[in-house]
């Protein structure tokens, strides 16, 4: 994974044991504990729990998802966190042998000021913002972000620009992934987006205008694996997530 892993949250907290109630952690969840999990995802259609060792990356539990042929399921998520300017995310996925990419998204978070509108228009500067992570249907992961300049009314979809060969995601064994996105500060045109896989930095998006208003603070985690737009799962198929963290700075595989 390369030296700046180690450097991370996640290096002072061995199987993420204790990270949770680490003072730059805004969001975290572990799916070890089947109850919990049930009572985070509310029983909305495609969630699930699993032990099965196979399908857990690290502790006692994982998330699992059941897309079902014909739909998007399962819909999102979107807890509340404290407001911050520079918020990171940390996941594990792997989806089942075979797993056909239909374009579907990862998990991410949101900047919304009060009765802002959701996906297909266009932020103004002065009510939301976003990134989250998608894989295409070429299996390549990329940034997923709403910001003023965007081309269309829906977010733009950079690819990860560091690396050659793009990196293409492999059904059957885990990923960690990460995502960052920093806020500009107005007016400067200083945001940026940065996007981890395995510990590597592979996208680094700089000079966006993401707000033109220092008040309007990324507020909430979008946790997804929703298969959007006008595309529904091709397939009955699983995929699992495990170790999910929301904070302030880096926080690298476990």
Not at 100 to 113: C, E, I, L, R, S
């Amino acid at each position: 994974p390369g030296p700046a892993a180690a450097q991370g949250l996640a290096a002072k907290y061995p199987n993420d044991v204790g990270l949770g109630s680490d003072p730059a952690v805004l969001y975290f969840l572990d799916f070890d504990d089947k109850a919990a999990t049930e009572a985070w995802h509310k029983n909305k259609t495609g969630y699930g729990w699993t032990s099965a060792p196979a399908n857990v990356f690290a502790g006692g539990g994982a998330l699992e998802i059941q897309q079902s042929e014909g739909t998007h399921h399962p819909y999102e998520i979107h807890p509340k966190i404290d407001p911050s300017d520079r918020v990171y995310v940390r996941w594990y996925r792997m989806w089942e042998p075979g797993y056909d990419f239909t374009q579907h998204k990862m998990p991410g978070v949101y900047a919304k000021a009060p009765g802002s509108s959701g996906a297909g228009q266009k932020p103004d500067g002065t009510d939301k913002y976003s990134c989250k992570l998608f894989v295409d249907f070429d299996g390549y992961p990329r940034f997923y972000s709403y910001h003023p300049e965007q081309k269309g009314i829906y977010g733009d979809s950079p690819h990860m620009n560091l690396v050659d060969p793009k990196i293409k995601v492999e059904a059957g064994r885990w990923y960690c992934f990460e995502m960052m996105i920093k806020a500009n500060s107005p007016p400067a045109r200083d945001g940026e987006l940065k996007m981890w896989i395995d510990g590597k930095l592979v996208g680094h998006i700089k000079d966006m205008r993401f707000r033109d208003v220092a008040s309007l603070k990324i507020n909430e985690f979008t946790y997804s694996a929703y298969v959007g737009g006008s595309w529904t799962s091709k397939r009955d198929q699983k995929l699992w997530d495990d170790q999910i963290v929301v904070a302030r700075s880096y926080i690298g595989p476990l």
